[in-house]
Structures are given as C-alpha cells and as structure tokens.
C-alpha cells in the first residue's frame, strides 16, 4: 500500500511543480524512515526508486501537457 502512496506522491509533485522542487517529495520518506522504529532498509529503497519513479512520469505528463498548450 505504501508503495501506491509514494508513486502518487511523487506524481503529484513531479506534475505540480518543476525541478529542482519536485524533489522535496523526497523528503516525506526520509522523514517516515527517520521516524520509523523498525527501519527496514528494503521498504526504504523501494519508497525512494517508487517516489523517483513518480517525479519523472509526473515531469512528463506536465512536459506533455505544456506541448499540447503550446
């Protein structure tokens, strides 16, 4: 489930806003892995290659969107 979560995460911010600011979707995981009693290094790999993974179809799904407007 966490993983849908931080796909959508990084989607929204990869959409909504451009480099270099779509990357502060990246700090919701460091700070659930901050907080986190059992730090699973697995879950936390995975949170940030779904979040990254998310900020770039996001980037291209805006970039797209712009082409189609211009």
């Known amino acids: ?6 796909f959508l995460l990084g989607l929204c911010f990869g959409f909504a806003v451009r480099l270099p600011y779509a990357l502060f979707a990246f700090a919701v995981p460091i700070a659930l892995a901050l907080a986190a009693s ?8 995975i949170g940030f290659v779904v979040t990254g993974i998310g900020v770039l179809v996001g980037l291209a799904m805006a970039a797209r969107a712009n082409e189609q407007h211009a």
């Open 1 to 6: 489930m966490f993983v849908v979560i931080f």
């Open 38 to 45: 059992d730090r699973s290094g697995s879950a936390i790999v």
